[in-house]
């Protein structure tokens, strides 16, 4: 039988990325280190063009452990990115309010400690709580007692011990990590072009995008196009028209004002979400500054008492009057068409609570440059990307609508419609499985995992009725001594750890 021939190779001769906000020079970045003038030449043409006029959405200021390895894969030096960006470093989030006005809890990154017998730690913690005399689970997370104390160093040491049993992330100034990476594209060979794209030339038959063409008349041709223009979703929704997967009855919120304040001390190594009576507040500490915002529905709330509650709820100055944004959270129905790759809010919104925008661009650009496409723009390809797309996108917005979902708030209409509402049958599924019988379905391994479900389960008051029947295997006795020996070594792990802002004067302003 003869071999089928493989048909002519057509690489792509110029990608162009539409948009300079986080979005675009996330994506910019890593294209430049592999495609860009690089040590191995020019390969493909990386265009990108930002609109000063428009400007960029300028907030997005918090993060999930992966922005390492992203960083990492740039090779990118962590003492100069925290000093370039003003960084902090981030062990996780402290709710308040959420479950009950009074209710607080921590969504830390990391494990609740090793696993025994191939099961989580916290699943041994769940059946010797049911069994009566256990503290908060909260004292066996090291990312959390760390959080409650402003401790960081990062994590060290054999993989089972207290001192390795975290994870941590950054929060950052959006705005200088952008021209961050602008600097690290440029000098790979990624070409800037200000200007505004008032045309879009389309090629008749297949619809692909062939050109851009800016205020000034200058025409920019491409073979891919990169839709990084944020809200406005220029190609994929203007040109392609590819939909929106609408989750407002899931997620009302719809609007948020965002105000910066002077930094107060302690600068603690965690963002704080706190609930209010239509949505919440968050607070960002940056080295420079303390980053807030009120996230919050309009049909609840007038936009000026929206902006009274977030001025009455900062603990510095504010440094200027609150922005204003607006957003529908969901998901384009196809982020991936013809040759328009959507990334960043151009592919959809899910809501800031989990700090979970940045992490899908990342996902998206990782993705893009394992599918990458010639000429041709296969549509197997763009299939394939929009199903892992949408298979994280889904799982992300269980996740959020969760939050919202178990409240026993009850004090507002906003409560009380997201206590009743109906939710999606994966989330059904998901919360019935847990309280039915202790365990957590991950449904996609590229969001979140067991500890981070358990941490928001427990912490709004959704306690499993029964549990997996081999942990009862394990002796009573000798288990709660291992848990006793592990929150002391934690305890004396955090306590010999540095304060979090004398960490980053030390080692990473100093370095
Ligand atoms: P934008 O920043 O809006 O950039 C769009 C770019 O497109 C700009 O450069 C603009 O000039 C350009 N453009 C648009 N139209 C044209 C045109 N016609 N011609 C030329 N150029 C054009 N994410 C997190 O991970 N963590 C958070 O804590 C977080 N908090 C958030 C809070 C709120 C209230 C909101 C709304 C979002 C938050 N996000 C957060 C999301 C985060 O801000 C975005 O994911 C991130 O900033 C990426 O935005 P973007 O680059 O897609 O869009």
């Not at 280190?33 to 990108?48: K, N, P, S, T, W």
């Not at 996609?444 to 358990?454: G, I, R, T």
């Not at 750890?497 to 004067?505: E, K, N, Q, T």
């Amino acid at each position: 039988m003869e071999t089928p021939r493989m048909p002519d190779d057509q690489p792509l001769r110029r990608i162009v990325i539409v948009g300079g906000g986080t979005a675009g020079w996330m994506t910019a970045a890593p294209l430049g280190q592999l495609m860009g003038q690089g040590e191995h030449g020019a390969r493909c043409e990386i265009v990108l063009i930002e609109s000063p006029e428009i400007g960029t959405v300028g907030v997005g200021e918090a993060t999930l452990p992966t922005i390492r390895f992203y960083n990492r894969t740039l090779e990118l030096d962590s003492a100069e990115f925290i000093r370039k960006t003003q960084a902090t470093f981030k062990l996780g989030i402290e709710f308040k309010d959420w479950g009950h006005v009074g209710n607080r809890f921590f969504h830390g990154f990391g494990e609740f400690g090793p696993a025994i017998q191939n099961r989580s730690s916290v699943m041994h913690w769940l059946r010797l709580h049911g069994l009566g005399g256990m503290d908060s689970h909260e004292h066996w997370s090291t990312a959390t007692v760390m959080a409650r104390h402003n401790r960081f160093v990062p994590p060290d040491g054999d993989v089972a011990s207290a001192a390795n049993a975290y994870s941590y992330a950054f929060h950052f100034d959006a705005g200088l990590y952008a021209a961050y990476l602008r600097d690290y594209a440029m000098a790979r060979g990624v070409q800037r072009e200000e200007g505004t794209i008032v045309d879009v030339s389309v090629r008749p038959g297949d619809g692909f995008v062939t050109a851009v063409t800016l205020a000034d008349g200058r025409r920019i041709e491409g073979d891919l196009f990169i839709d990084c223009s944020g809200f406005r979703a220029l190609l994929i929704e203007g040109v392609c028209r590819a939909g929106y997967h609408d989750w407002t009855h899931w997620l009302p919120c719809d609007s948020a004002q965002a105000v910066p304040c002077a930094r107060v001390e302690p600068l603690t190594p965690y963002t704080m979400s706190t609930a209010h009576g239509a949505g919440w507040q968050w607070r960002i500490p940056l080295q420079h500054r303390t980053g807030n915002g009120h996230v919050y529905c309009s049909a609840h709330i007038s936009d000026d008492e929206a902006g009274r509650v977030l001025m009455r709820n900062l603990d510095g100055a504010p440094l200027g009057d609150p922005r204003q944004l607006r957003f529908k959270t969901g998901m384009r129905r196809k982020a991936w068409d013809r040759n328009v790759v959507a990334i960043g809010l151009s592919s959809g919104f899910v809501e800031p609570l989990e700090s979970t925008s940045i992490q899908l661009i990342m996902d998206g650009v990782g993705r893009l440059i394992e599918l990458l496409p010639d000429r041709r723009c296969d549509r197997r390809l763009a299939d394939e990307y929009n199903r892992r797309m949408t298979q994280q996108y889904e799982s992300i917005r269980d996740f959020i609508v969760l939050h919202y979902k178990l409240t026993q708030r009850d004090d507002s209409e906003f409560w009380r419609y997201c206590a009743a509402m109906p939710i999606p049958d994966t989330l059904h599924h998901q919360i019935e499985l847990f309280r039915q019988s202790g365990r957590v379905a991950i449904l996609d391994p590229d969001s979140f995992a067991e500890p981070s479900w358990v941490s928001l389960f427990l912490g709004l008051g959704l306690w499993p009725q029964r549990h997996d029947p081999l942990l009862a295997q394990i002796d009573e006795q000798a288990l709660r001594q291992h848990f006793q020996r592990l929150r002391q070594a934690i305890k004396q792990t955090v306590d010999a750890m540095p304060d979090h802002g004398a960490f980053i004067d030390r080692h990473v302003k100093a370095a």
